[in-house]
């Protein structure tokens, strides 16, 4: 079996249908410490393969052992541990980079000119757009007892348009803190209960009051992010996160984090003058020390009356009223330095 046989596989993350996101998350969790192992699992889940248990031998030869697959066909092929984990690593070249890339060599034109600069690895950020995740759906189902019942989340798309400014901000205050060397296992479930909890809206009830003497209540179920219920889903995300032999917690939060991952790429080809070219550094933390001074002026500019509709307004909105300050404020400056030069 060669790459050549294979059935048409996912050249990125961003191919991925839900149900194989999610799948190729559980490989890498569980085989963390194995990527030959993660890979070769990922593989045979995407190409709808098994072993067949009753069919390992020895190579005679070699004294590996021989695993007999069967795919969806129906197909039988034996194949090694070693060429399986081969055949995956080539197969698969996306798969170790969920949020970033391994560099990429400068481009040159015919005449020997530089047209694109090399660009060093960037490691938690999803390349230029060629990742950027369209998720299938854009809500999830989480089971939360063996009765089946469940809770509705409803997820960031992709660019994160739907996120709030007060959402957004809070997010961007938890996700530096997540991957330190020096976190404890501990700190480390907090801060991705934290990171769910603010990403992650979930279904509420909507009472109705219909016209006439009485009133009638319905299920009327939206989405709406509040801050502190989402400080008050915390606790349940630590739960989901801890529960013993279940990794759905986990999966959903790599997923989610690759989403916002993706957001922050999007931002920083939309809004150039806001954010750093790979989104690895954000100029609008520097920006936003003073917040009070930053939110009063976009009250201003969107004519608010109070501080909290901007941080209930869409992120994308306040966005584009910084990006249109900054450019105000670039203008400025070139007139200035104009105007010193004579």
Known sequence: MNTNTLPPLPHSWSELTW???TQMWEAKIRYGGQPDMARAAALLSLCGCYVCRDAIASSPRTGETVYTLKGKDGK?????????SYLAKQALPWFDYPYGDQGEKEERDNDGNVTRERREPVIGYVSPM??????????VKIKVSKTGFAHWFKLPDAACNNL?????RTIQNITPQLFSENATDEQTIDLQAQFLAHILTPRSIAVFDKSGDSIKFRQHYTYEY??????????????????NGNIEGAVLFYICFQVYQTALEYYSISYPLLFSGSGKNDPLKDALTGEVNTINAVMMEANYTN????????????????????KK???????????KKK
């Not at 039988?76 to 399986?84: D, Y």
């Not at 990742?131 to 854009?138: F, K, N, T, V």
């Not at 709030?164 to 957004?168: A, P």
């Open 19 to 21: 149900e194989q996101l």
């Open 76 to 84: 039988l092929w034996a194949t090694t541990a070693r060429e399986l």
């Open 130 to 139: 060629r990742d950027a995740m369209i998720l299938p759906q854009d809500k």
């Open 164 to 168: 709030t400014w007060q959402q957004y």
């Open 226 to 243: 509040n801050t502190d219920r989402a400080e008050g889903m915390v606790s349940y995300w630590k739960k989901v996160l801890t529960r």
């Open 307 to 326: 501080q909290q509709e901007v941080y209930d307004s869409n992120v994308t909105f306040i966005l584009d009223i910084l990006n249109t300050m900054a």
């Open 329 to 339: 404020a670039k203008e400025i400056e070139r007139i200035n330095a104009k105007i």
